[in-house]
């Protein structure tokens, strides 16, 4: 496991033994055979899964037993009662020892203190079954298809965007005359901005280009209609589809750099394209933020000791007629589901719904990692350093392109004139023109807004990168 994924991977993990919610949402995602794969970074999901499963295995194990004694202390009482007090004595201790085995067993090991990644990877590696591995992220996905307006949802909140139109047919001057202008491709603009992030300061810097599609407009260009749409397609037909399907499908360079474990995830997502002599730029940047509260409860467990136990055997009794009580009826309900699964009751369902109805979404709604995250920073550094991120992104774009530029002969000078501008504000600058307001379209747009620097205080754009105003 990647080092700086290991932090919140332990913490999906850990919910996922602690939080049946939780791990409901994972076997869902993965079971999901109709919705595309989201794009997952920064933490392995595959490891969470095992571990959803292991719990879940044993949490099917414990309603077994519980409905058993549930049956035999039903017959006893009505046989010989006091049999049926000794059966739920031990239908009492085993729940205890449940509590037990889970939170300070299984959950303790993935405590911040405690967490070893190879070792947890060696205990849970189990099989996992071939229909919930297709539903897997792998690191070869380039395609993401996502269901709302966003195509970058998943990527974590939106920090800034601008975007950059410049007429490559305007010559510079050069000794009183025009330059002679060399013919400027696409790619090697592209190629220039990587060169030039891939020298900066951004830390575990990965780049792959990407494919993004509307999950409405996902029915054009998938192959099978009626199974979930590829994670992936060979990299070198990514331009073929963004050219056959101008209006749906538009591939974005994505850099992205992980730090702080994983808690915290820049991405650049940067997208050049040309319109006759006009070259377009486009750079979104998105953060996935620190974990949430919600998932750190693994770290809140205290120390065993005595005290400790006897306040998890106190707990464990008061909850454990609720849940011997519920044993039977979450039974019922994992034989119902597994039946539905076995006979494919939904998946026929919603297939006669895509093959009855025109406009399908195929998309995925978010990352599990962007539903992790928190509306706050957890540390005054990680502010500073996402800021940092932010900046240096920019300014390595920019000025990547004004040399790409200049080495093409073409004038860049009313560009120069606002490059501070771009540093320091998130604007649309249209041949040297600079539009200043923020724009928001459609449903689930957002003209700016970013959380808050410092923990519990909402912030506006403004002053989330440090301007005045």
């Known amino acids: 496991m990647d080092e700086h994924h290991a932090e919140v991977t332990r913490l999906a993990a850990a919910t996922s033994v602690l939080d049946s919610e939780f791990r409901g949402e994972i076997f869902a995602r993965a079971r999901d055979r109709f919705h595309a794969t989201a794009l997952e970074f920064g933490f392995d999901f595959g490891l969470v899964l095992r571990v959803a499963l292991e719990v879940d295995r044993r949490q099917a194990g414990y309603d077994v037993i519980n409905s058993a004694f549930i049956v035999a202390g039903a017959i006893a009482f009505a046989v010989a009662p006091p049999v049926s007090f000794l059966i739920g004595l031990a239908v009492l201790t085993v729940n205890i020892y449940k509590r037990y085995e889970e ?28 229909e919930l591995m297709v539903g897997l992220p792998t690191p070869l996905q380039n395609v993401a298809i996502y269901a709302g307006y966003s195509p970058f949802d998943g990527s974590g909140t939106s920090i800034g965007n601008w975007t950059i139109a410049i007429d490559t047919s305007r010559p510079k001057q050069a000794a009183g005359a025009p330059a002679q202008l060399y013919t400027l491709e696409v790619d090697s603009v592209e190629q220039a901005l990587t060169e030039a992030l891939a ?72 997208r050049c394209s040309k319109s006759g002599s006009q070259l377009i730029l486009e750079c979104v940047h998105c953060l996935l933020s620190p974990v949430d509260d919600r998932y750190r409860t693994v770290d809140r467990l205290p120390n065993e000791n005595a005290r400790m136990v006897c306040r ?55 990352s599990l990692r962007a539903a992790m995250s928190g509306s706050e920073y957890r540390h005054y550094f990680q502010a500073r350093d996402a800021e940092t991120y932010h900046r240096i992104a920019d300014q390595r774009i920019t000025a990547a392109l004004l040399d790409c530029l200049d080495l093409h002969g073409v004038d860049t000078s009313k560009m120069k004139e606002q490059t501070g501008v771009i540093l320091n504000h998130g604007i649309i600058v249209r041949d040297g023109k600079v539009d200043w307001q923020s724009l928001a379209v459609g449903t689930g747009a957002q003209a700016s807004g970013v959380f808050s620097r410092d923990k519990g205080q909402p912030a506006t754009m403004a002053k989330a990168r440090g301007t005045n105003g």
């Open 103 to 130: 939170r300070l067993i299984i959950a303790a090991q993935f405590r911040q203190d405690r967490y070893d990644p190879v070792a947890v990877n060696a205990q849970f590696d189990m099989h996992v079954p071939p």
């Open 312 to 366: 998890e055997i106190l707990a464990a009794m008061f909850l454990a007629p609720f849940a011997i009580a519920a044993s039977p009826f979450l039974l019922v309900g994992r034989a119902w589901a597994a039946l539905h699964r076995w006979f494919g009751t939904d998946a026929t369902a919603v297939r006669r719904g895509i093959s009855d109805r025109v406009g399908f979404n195929y998309g995925a709604t978010s």
């Open 199 to 270: 020298r900066s300061d951004l830390p575990n810097l990965e780049v792959k280009d990407c494919l993004f599609v509307n999950g409405v407009d996902a029915a054009q260009i998938t192959q099978d209609p009626l199974h979930r749409p590829a994670q992936s397609i060979d990299p070198s037909q990514l331009h073929a589809y963004e050219d056959h399907y101008p209006q749906i499908a538009r591939r974005y360079r994505w850099f992205r750099s992980a730090s702080w474990n994983g808690e915290l995830v820049f991405s650049a997502f940067v």
